[in-house]
């Protein structure tokens, strides 16, 4: 474990509203079924599923003073994550995320309603810029404004630099400044709204990936659904896939391996080594209802990230 390097997440933190049909959903109608509540917000399931493994994490973000923002900072600093530098705005209220699932438990649609973190702006980020300094890694979301998220980026680019860009409407925030950080962890879409490749084939991820290493990005990773993880750093370059599971919730997954890319970071693992640890903690928050997997630890996710398969490329 990495006690002794800190990691700080600036991003989101909302709750997360899951509906999970009974049988085969069907759009346009009321579908039986039952929902549940969790806590969400990209950044901060990056920073929780970080600190389950056992690594110092700060978050930096904002919420409401409501019965959701107090429920997510009491919830999030129970699993080990300082929460003290969160800001309470009282006049806005806290991001909330509301997802329906399929049939196969995977997101149907969903809507955010994220106004608040227009707060998440350069005030609070100067505000805390000597505590964020101190930092190994740095991770951020989309969730900050193009503005905001460059202005950070750029502020903070003698540190490690993680982007998750959310989605492919988000990812165009960062597409400017994309060379400032150090691991990205794009899907399809997103990886083609950052390079402008069209990716339908293993060449097209190649030239991806090395427009994005020719840009300033170090270590690149590039989510294909069920066909797994394309990885690619100076001198590795792959595939890993995750062997059948039974998906639960699938919503938390990329969040879950992100924060194995930065557990894998921290403790010096080669990418390859990263990007299997990364996938077992994606399939572990697969397998659990609720966005996170609260029992994960690192023994689980070493024995899983065994089992996953690689392809070299």
Same mark, same amino acid.
């Given at each position: ?16 509203? !899951? ?27 990056? !920073? ?70 227009? &707060? ?30 460059? &202005? ?162």
């Amino acid at each position: 474990m990495s006690l002794n390097k800190k990691v700080a997440v600036v991003g989101g933190i909302n709750m997360d509203i !899951a509906g999970f049909p009974y049988g085969q959903l069907i759009p346009g109608d009321s579908n039986p079924g039952r929902t549940k509540l969790s806590s969400g917000g990209v950044g901060r399931n990056i !920073a929780e599923n970080v600190a389950l493994l056992g690594n110092h994490v700060e978050m930096y973000s904002v919420v409401g003073d409501d019965i959701y923002g107090k429920s997510l900072l009491d919830e999030t600093s129970l699993s080990g994550v300082d929460m003290t530098r969160v800001k309470v705005i009282p006049e806005a209220s806290t991001g909330t995320y509301m997802a329906v699932l399929d049939e196969k438990m995977d997101m149907h649609v969903a809507i955010s309603s994220m106004d608040i973190y227009g &707060f998440l702006d350069r005030d609070y980020i100067l505000k805390n810029q000597k505590e964020i300094s101190t930092s190994e890694i740095v991770a951020f979301d989309t969730n900050l404004s193009r503005d905001n998220l460059q &202005f950070a980026a750029n502020l903070f680019k003698d540190r490690k630099l993680f982007l998750d860009t959310v989605s492919s409407e988000k990812a165009k925030i960062a597409r400017d400044i994309i060379g400032l950080f150090h691991t990205i962890k794009p899907n399809r879409l997103e990886a083609q709204i950052l390079t402008g490749i069209r990716i339908e084939n293993e060449h097209d991820l190649m030239e991806s990936a090395e427009l994005l290493h020719g840009k300033g990005v170090t270590n690149v990773c590039i989510s294909l659904g069920s066909d797994g993880v394309f990885f690619s750093s100076s001198n590795e370059k792959g595939i890993v896939k995750i062997p059948d599971v039974r998906i639960k919730n699938a919503t938390g997954a990329g969040d879950a391996f992100q924060a194995g890319l930065i557990h894998g970071e921290l403790n010096g693992m080669s990418l390859l080594e990263s990007s299997k640890f990364a996938s077992a903690m994606a399939a572990m928050a697969m397998d659990s209802e609720s966005t996170i997997n609260k029992s994960i630890t690192i023994d689980k996710v070493l024995n899983l990230s065994k089992k996953m398969e690689v392809r070299k490329l």
